[in-house]
């Protein structure tokens, strides 16, 4: 059996028992730090805001945001279908894409899930790659929407990496888990073609960073 093959069964028997419960139990295990998350946690519960993690670390990513007000868009595809009943029982409100979707359309679902007054939670390097690096969605999102935008580094001490296209983490029950935020990036709504693409570059080397720093912090 393939790696993707593991990753596509773990999430499917994961959907199978009730929904996350499985995951819930998983998470509640882990020893997880979250470090500079105060002026996050000020902005989402009193303003709405954008918040990013790779994907291949979307296993804590998610359940942070948990009953926060946030939205996430999913695709349709059969793997979509359980991370979109994970999300909702977790609070999310969920807007499902064609598997297939492409850039215009999937900001365009994200720009109305935030004039519906959500926040927004996102892994700008999914849902098929290049892993950790940026698509544009996040930051042109926090720049027509006037939001504020985030980056969230994650490590865990203990995991299993799966051999898929983003190396999905798993993390080991009680593992030590490290949450790494950034101040808030604000992105001017007037920006220019070049200059946005500047401001992407900036932020992939931001949540890179922060990722990485996560991982080391996980080994103290």
């Known amino acids: 059996m393939g790696y993707k093959s593991i990753k596509q069964d773990f999430l499917r028997f994961l959907g ?106 996102i892994t700008p390097d999914g849902s098929k790659g290049p892993a950790r690096k940026m698509k544009a969605g996040a930051v042109v999102l926090a720049r027509k929407c006037s939001l504020k935008l985030f980056a969230v580094g994650i490590g865990y001490k203990k995991r299993i990496t799966i051999r898929s296209w983003d190396s999905f983490e798993i993390p080991l029950p009680f593992s030590k888990a490290v949450a790494l935020y950034s101040e808030a990036v604000v992105i001017e709504s007037g920006l220019a073609y070049e200059e946005t693409s500047k401001k992407i570059i900036e932020f992939e080397t931001l949540l890179n960073e922060l990722t990485e720093k996560a991982e080391a912090l996980c080994l103290n």
């Open 16 to 121: 199978r028992n009730a929904a996350g419960s499985l995951i819930n139990l998983l998470i509640k295990t882990l020893r997880v730090e979250r470090i500079n998350s105060g002026h996050f946690d000020t902005v989402s519960e009193n303003e709405q805001c954008v918040v990013a993690f790779w994907h291949g670390k979307m296993f804590l990513g998610w359940y942070l945001q948990k009953n926060k007000n946030f939205s996430a868009l999913v695709s349709l595809s059969k793997d979509g279908d359980l991370l979109a009943s994970l999300l909702s029982r977790w609070g999310f409100k969920v807007a499902r894409g064609s598997s297939h979707i492409g850039g215009k359309e999937a900001l365009e679902i994200m720009i109305n899930q935030a004039r519906e007054g959500s926040s927004i939670a």
